[in-house]
């Protein structure tokens, strides 16, 4: 069955760009009408979408973030990627990745940023 895990550093300094990586295995991400996502859940708040990849590799985002988002995959590694330009602390949150569709999360990274 498809699992997923979060991999990327902990602590990135203000301003800075955030990288983080999602590993697939039991499953293809370019397997036919699959969606592959990034939510996150700031301290004390709720979960928030960022934005997705799908099957066919174009990628939408969440318009509050889009200006500063962007997610993309390597099929040959079966990963996909975010990249969060210019962060503040406000992006201070754990990250997942997740099929939502297929109701497969990963554990999800803590990610500081900080300075």
């Known amino acids: 069955q498809v699992q997923l895990r979060e991999s990327g550093p902990g602590l990135v300094k203000p301003s800075q760009t955030l990288s983080l990586t999602c590993t697939v295995s039991?499953?293809?991400?370019?397997?036919?009408?699959?969606?592959w996502s990034w939510i996150r859940q700031p301290p004390g708040k709720g979960l928030e979408w960022m934005g997705a990849i799908s099957y066919d590799g174009s990628s939408y985002y969440s318009p509050s973030l889009e200006s500063h988002l962007s997610i993309f995959r390597d099929t040959s590694m079966n990963q996909f990627y975010l990249q969060l330009s210019s962060v503040t602390p406000e992006d201070t949150a754990v990250y997942y990745c997740?099929?939502?569709?297929?109701?497969?999360w990963g554990q999800g990274t803590q990610v500081t940023v900080s300075s």
């Open positions: 039991g499953g293809s991400i370019t397997t036919r009408y699959y969606h």
């Open positions: 997740a099929t939502l569709a297929g109701g497969k």
